[in-house]
């Protein structure tokens, strides 16, 4: 009989796959919302998909089955701020959440992107799977570029990170 595997030990392992950190925005019903994101993924080239998981608890979660659209934002060094806000429990709902935040419309989903991000990948919800505690949303991707960013925003072992300079 194997033993289970420990909760903690499986966070602890998990982490130190580095990754870097996206905020997730969606607009829907005259509002708009923003979750930070680093369970992202580029999944398939025909077509164009990537994933995003997101917890059943999120506001995220309960929005985007209704919005069916939303615009991954790729953090740029720098960027923590955002990172740590877009995170947290204490932000408002709403367009308040972006109270003093530099964002645009997307051309494509209207999904806000947040300027000097790396890059943003804008979608429409291709599909919805279940996973545990989280559903993977497909993103079949509409639009895409750049925001003006220059280096990543690194997520590694529950940290912050940055590419070591040459
Ligand atoms: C670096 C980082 C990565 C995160 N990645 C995810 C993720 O991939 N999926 C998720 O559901 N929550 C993730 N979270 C947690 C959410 O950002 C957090 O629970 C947030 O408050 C949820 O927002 P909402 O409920 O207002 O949508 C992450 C948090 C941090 C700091």
Not at 14 to 32: K, L, N, Y
Not at 135 to 156: N, T
Request: charged letters at 20%; proline letters at 6%.
């Amino acid at each position: 009989m194997v033993p289970p595997v420990d909760t903690a030990e499986f966070r602890r392992i998990a982490g130190r796959f580095a990754t870097g950190v996206t905020v997730v925005t969606t607009g829907v019903e005259g509002t708009i919302h923003g979750m930070t994101a680093n369970a992202f993924a580029s999944l398939s080239l025909d077509p164009l998909l990537v994933l995003v998981c997101v917890d059943l608890d999120a506001g995220l979660h309960e929005l985007l089955p209704h919005s069916r659209t939303f615009a991954v934002n790729v953090l740029a060094e720098g960027q923590e701020d955002l990172s740590r806000w877009f995170s947290s429990k204490r932000r408002p709902e709403g367009y308040s959440q972006f109270d003093g935040v530099v964002w645009v419309p997307s051309p494509v989903t209207g999904s806000p992107l947040l300027d000097g991000a790396l890059a943003y990948l804008d979608c429409e919800v291709a599909d919805i799977l279940k996973g545990g505690d989280h559903s993977i949303f497909l993103g079949a991707v509409r639009d895409l570029g750049e925001l003006g960013g220059k280096a990543p925003l690194l997520w590694y072992e529950s940290g912050y990170h940055r590419l070591p300079e040459d």
